[in-house]
């Protein structure tokens, strides 16, 4: 049962995440689908959900949603290219705004 509520939550999170990468271009989806994952996230957190809301929302749902493998991919890209301010400052910027989301989203 637990596998269903995660595929169920990877499904509708994996399509959010594709319809950002149709809205924006490169990175930018990237950082929107982070710290949007990361804002559920911490909303889904503060709630007192039974175990298998919790799988649906977060393991399924936030996880499809973000994708850190991209921003790992995205971030050795510019390492390779020695664009070392860029990387520093993506880096920065989806931590800060990751951090931040989740922050907000637990104060909903």
């Given at each position: ?27 930018r ?60 400052g ?19």
């Amino acid at each position: 049962m637990i596998f269903l509520y995660a595929a169920l939550g990877g499904f509708f999170g994996g399509f959010l995440r594709w319809s950002l990468a149709q809205l924006f271009p490169g990175k930018r989806a990237t950082l929107a689908a982070n710290t949007l994952a990361c804002l559920a996230g911490g909303f889904f957190v503060s709630l007192d959900l039974p175990h298998l809301y919790t799988v649906l929302l977060i393991a399924g749902f936030c996880g499809a949603l973000s994708t850190w493998s991209t921003l790992a991919k995205e971030l050795g890209q510019l390492l390779n290219e020695k664009k070392w301010w860029p990387m520093l400052g993506y880096l920065s910027l989806t931590f800060a705004l990751g951090y931040s989301a989740v922050f907000l989203g637990m104060r909903f």
